[in-house]
């Protein structure tokens, strides 16, 4: 059973930095795709980075590039979102998962493997 359990988060002000955690178990943390998505109230969840697992290969949305760093460790089969200079407007649920394959893509639908999200709130 694949399960990924997140870690982080919480309250900050704009300007501060918090770090998400997602350990991954139930399956191999190589080979695969980690990405994190975020969802205010209202909103559809968008995507945030993605980060290829064998190369650790990342990419981001323009709304956090320079701001974000998605990173991992393979020795805990771990994937991290260091947010950076955060702004009101990154507030919201914050979700990491896998593809469950190399294939990546920003799309959620593409995404097999969830984690329970974390919520991330910034204020002025």
């Known amino acids: 059973q694949v399960q990924l359990v997140q870690s982080g988060g919480g309250s900050e002000q704009v300007g501060g930095s918090l770090r998400l955690s997602c350990e991954v178990s139930?399956?191999?943390?190589?080979?695969?795709?980690m990405g994190w998505f975020r969802q205010s109230p209202g909103k559809e969840r968008e995507p945030v980075a993605l980060?290829?697992?064998?190369?650790?290969?990342?990419n981001y949305a323009n709304s956090v590039k320079g701001r974000f760093i998605v990173s991992q460790d393979e020795a805990t089969n771990t994937g991290y979102l260091q947010m950076n200079s955060l702004e009101s407007e990154d507030s919201g649920m914050y979700y990491c998962?896998?593809?469950?394959?190399?294939?990546?893509?920003?799309?959620?639908?593409?995404?097999?493997?969830w984690g329970q999200g974390t919520q991330v709130t910034v204020s002025s």
């Open positions: 139930g399956k191999t943390f190589r080979r695969d795709c």
């Open positions: 998962a896998l593809t469950g394959s190399t294939r990546c893509s920003w799309r959620p639908g593409d995404f097999a493997y």
């Open positions: 980060i290829y697992t064998s190369n650790a290969l990342a």
